[in-house]
């Protein structure tokens, strides 16, 4: 990478470093707006709320990093252009080729860039600003730690080994207590799920202790009343949340019990292609600066990035719903619009080489 190189993607890091901070203010802003009608339920204060929305942040990053990629190369590349940068780069022979290839670096850092927010950040920061939204507007008491999650309800205390995405529960041991808090009834079940007011228990077995000592059964289904909901501890987490490997692991669970994965894999091929876009979205950008729009002032060039960039993330998003409903291949659904956003741009990029 030579130092022109280098110069030009320090130029597009930094527009798009401005321009996601903004769109992050803006939309964190907004957030706060929404999250205000919820203060007062329960503990739920302004405290609470800026913890929600600060580790709310990673899923806004996550989500507008396409379109500040695409605006942030945009007005990187003006900027250069205005100032006859570019001209001079031209004229001394840097060909656009050149330009692009630093451009394209810049592609690959974002694409990685989204791929470690998406993965990594992304999935356990959401779960606890859940978990937090959770736990102080319904005042449930419950932690979670590396061995499962634990709650209380009364004189229960629950404790559960893995929450699936879909809500229900699996590996939960329920340990009842008298007056005197002495242990009496120990539960425990394969499998939770919630049925109208009440949870439904799957491969139970329930041990009695009294003064004649514990008595065993063990039954297929039993009904367990409780305060607890999927709501109230908002365990019901969207698949686009979900670190590529879970989902994963739990496309394959809902295959071995012949459920519906439709969704997920629609999830999954979401989260592939998501840093791709990233990386398309900056490709685009050449052309904008180099083509047909060369001549035209830097506030109408970002004018129609900003509309290219809300324009590819609605048809993205309509075509990968619309996949569901009519039955398209989850992977065709989730990549054709990314692919066509990037054959729009090779044939630009082929105009003007």
Do not use: C
Request: glycine residues 8%; hydrophobic residues 50%.
């Amino acid at each position: 990478m030579t130092i022109l190189q280098r110069y030009i993607a320090q130029a597009i890091l930094t527009s798009t470093g401005l321009v996601l901070l903004v769109l992050l203010g803006l939309y964190t802003f907004m957030d706060f707006i929404a999250e205000l009608e919820e203060v007062g339920k329960g503990q739920y204060q302004l405290v609470e709320v800026m913890s929600y929305l600060a580790l709310s942040m990673p899923k806004r990053v996550y989500e507008l990093l396409p379109i500040a990629a695409l605006l942030g190369s945009v007005l990187g590349l003006g900027n250069l252009a205005s100032q006859s940068e570019l001209v001079v780069m031209r004229a001394a022979g840097i060909s656009i080729q050149s330009i692009n290839k630093a451009v394209m670096i810049v592609a690959v850092g974002l694409m990685l860039l989204a791929l470690f927010v998406g993965e990594v950040i992304r999935p356990p920061a959401e779960q606890s600003a859940r978990e937090l939204q959770s736990m102080a507007q319904t005042g449930t008491v419950g932690t979670r730690s590396d061995n499962g999650f634990w709650t209380r309800d009364g004189t229960h205390f629950n404790h559960i080994d893995r929450i699936l995405p879909d809500g229900r529960f699996a590996g939960v041991s329920i340990y009842e207590f008298d007056a005197e808090n002495r242990l009496r009834v120990v539960t425990k079940a394969e499998e939770a799920r919630y049925e109208g007011e009440h949870w439904t228990l799957s491969g139970v077995i329930q041990s009695n202790l009294d003064k004649d000592g514990v008595s065993v059964k063990s039954v297929e289904y039993a009904q367990w009343r409780s305060q607890l909901n999927p709501g109230m501890l908002n365990v019901v987490v969207p698949p686009e949340f979900l670190p590529v490997w879970s989902l994963v692991e739990y496309i394959r669970y809902l295959k071995t019990n012949h459920q519906s994965v439709g969704h997920y894999k629609m999830a999954f091929w979401m989260k592939v292609m998501m840093p791709l876009s990233s990386a398309v979205m900056v490709f685009l950008a050449v052309p904008f600066v180099f083509g047909p729009l060369r001549s035209t002032p830097i506030g109408a060039r970002i004018l129609v990035g900003t509309l290219v960039g809300i324009g590819f993330h609605l048809f993205n998003q309509s075509f990968q719903h619309m996949g569901l409903v009519f039955g398209v291949l989850p992977w065709l659904a989730a990549s054709l619009p990314t692919l066509l956003f990037a054959g729009v741009g090779y044939y630009w990029m082929k105009r003007i080489y």
